[in-house]
């Protein structure tokens, strides 16, 4: 049976447009790591390395005619990035964020079964088939983030601060706080296709018990 993410995973991508509190155990990511503004070329490029590996892991039986162990079909994880500041703007941040001085990584969730000689294989097909100067940058990295607060935003990147108003608003009241500024963004929509007043992300920050 095929895994599907949206229907088997809803807890953790499909969150209601209201703030809620889950707890995210220990996934494995390709990641990327880079810096400036996500409106640029330059962040384009680093989002188009990492989706030829991930498709490269789900054909694994195609290309080799063989399953690795533990294989099971899957439809490929959706785009996520964890956000965050430079240094040099923390010293003088204000609340205003400067998108040239955001620090990003992005990342692809990947299945259970893949292990690191097998990202590693993956890494060089996609190399001989698809050559890219960021592909070095390329990690296999795993992340238990724990309990978090999410929730799905509805409309332009631009008008996210209104709905981490709202989580963050919800943290307090649960008698939670915010373990830091940084927080992810899991991009249900193609924003290449997709209206900004229609985009679907899900916003999540870690949490900590205010004791």
């Known amino acids: 049976m095929k895994h599907e993410w949206r229907k088997q995973e809803k807890g953790i991508y499909m969150p209601k447009t209201m703030p809620g509190i889950v707890n995210i155990p220990a996934y494995k990511f390709i990641t990327i790591e880079g810096a400036g503004n996500p409106n640029s070329d330059h962040f384009a490029e680093y989002v188009s390395v990492l989706y030829p590996i991930s498709y490269a892991v789900k054909m694994i039986p195609k290309k080799q005619n063989a399953k690795p162990a533990g294989y099971y079909d899957y439809t490929v994880y959706p785009l996520e990035g964890v956000w965050d500041i430079n240094e040099e703007a923390k010293k003088t941040f204000d609340g205003t964020i400067n998108k040239d001085d955001l620090i990003f990584k992005l990342m692809i969730r990947q299945p259970s079964?893949?292990?690191?000689?097998?990202?590693?294989?993956?890494?060089?097909?996609?190399?001989?088939?698809?050559?890219?100067?960021?592909?070095?940058?390329?990690?296999?990295?795993?992340?238990?983030?724990?309990?978090?607060?999410?929730?799905?935003?509805?409309?332009?990147?631009?008008?996210?601060?209104?709905?981490?108003?709202?989580?963050?608003?919800?943290?307090?009241?649960?008698?939670?706080?915010?373990?830091?500024?940084?927080?992810?963004e899991i991009y249900l929509s193609d924003f290449r296709k997709v209206a900004p007043a229609k985009l679907k992300t899900v916003l999540r920050f870690q949490v900590t018990s205010n004791e």
């Open 113 to 184: 079964f893949l292990d690191d000689t097998l990202f590693n294989e993956m890494l060089e097909v996609t190399k001989a088939k698809k050559p890219h100067t960021l592909l070095d940058k390329i990690k296999f990295e795993t992340f238990t983030e724990g309990k978090c607060v999410q929730m799905l935003h509805i409309g332009p990147y631009d008008n996210e601060p209104e709905s981490f108003k709202i989580m963050e608003d919800f943290t307090q009241n649960e008698n939670l706080l915010r373990a830091s500024k940084v927080h992810r």
